[in-house]
């Protein structure tokens, strides 16, 4: 069973320049996890919400400005826009998905015991 990782950033003190904290949990499914996110993402305190899968790929966020990213589509997208098709002598085809990097435009940094995303595009 696959799961799912919440890393729900908030300000301390609900001030902007205050320390941010971090609590993680873990679900069963994509759908509690988002459940989870909605309904903490609010109050004066938030500031960021991210959902992992279990191999620590970021597949949807959202933060304080109402701004909410789903990174699921993308790299199916990205998966399939990979896979070129080569032809050899004998004529025959073969799939070859190029590999890629899930970097794109944004990194996942860790400092400490906190993690930061900055933006590379």
Do not use: P
Not at 74 to 99: F, G, L, P, Y
Not at 106 to 119: M, P, Q, V
Request: some cysteine; charged content about 35%.
């Amino acid at each position: 069973m696959a799961k799912f990782y919440t890393d729900r950033y908030w300000f301390k003190y609900g001030n902007e320049w205050d320390e941010v904290e971090c609590t993680t949990k873990v679900w069963d499914s994509f759908e509690k996890a988002q459940a989870y996110a909605y309904r903490y993402a609010k109050g004066v305190k938030f500031y960021y919400v991210q959902i992992l899968d279990e191999n620590c790929n970021l597949l949807w966020s959202y933060n304080y400005m109402s701004e909410e990213e789903d990174f699921r589509e993308n790299k199916e997208t990205q998966k399939e826009e990979n896979a070129e098709k080569v032809t050899e002598d004998n004529s025959e085809e073969k799939i070859i998905n190029s590999s890629f990097e899930d970097i794109s435009e944004k990194s996942l940094i860790r400092i400490g015991n906190t993690k930061h995303i900055e933006d590379y595009g």
